[in-house]
């Protein structure tokens, strides 16, 4: 079982940043491919960047060049740097730690954490 807590969302306004932090409890961290998704008030939840067990990163295209996702094996952490932040960035950011498992995979959510970016 791993438990996934966030931490570093809040308030900013546009053009700001944020960092948002996860950790883990539990063991083999580093074999998990780590998620950030969010959903925005009335929306999907969203994939919007992805770190694989091996460091590959992917992103959706409205955060690249302006998020970087990343973590530390060492830590059981996952982060994303969030830059150049806009209003529409505005969601519930989650943390998501995925990997196989047999014919299938597991899949642990954290709680969220809201960021708000005001114009």
């Known amino acids: 079982q791993v438990q996934l807590v966030e931490s570093g969302g809040g308030l900013v306004q546009a053009g700001g940043s944020l960092r948002l932090s996860c950790t883990a409890s539990?063991?083999?961290?580093?074999?998990?491919?780590m998620n950030w998704y969010r959903q925005a008030a009335g929306k999907q939840r969203e994939l919007v960047a992805t770190?694989?067990?091996?460091?590959?990163?992917n992103y959706v295209d409205s955060v690249k060049g302006r998020f970087t996702i990343s973590r530390d094996n060492a830590k059981n952490t996952v982060y994303l740097q969030m830059n150049s932040l806009k209003p529409e960035d505005t969601a519930v950011y989650y943390c998501?730690?995925?990997?196989?498992?047999?014919?299938?995979?597991?899949?642990?959510w954290g709680q969220g954490t809201q960021v708000t970016v005001s114009s």
């Open positions: 998501n730690g995925r990997r196989p498992s047999g014919a299938g995979r597991l899949d642990y």
């Open positions: 539990g063991s083999l961290f580093s074999a998990y491919a």
């Open positions: 770190i694989s067990s091996g460091g590959t990163t």
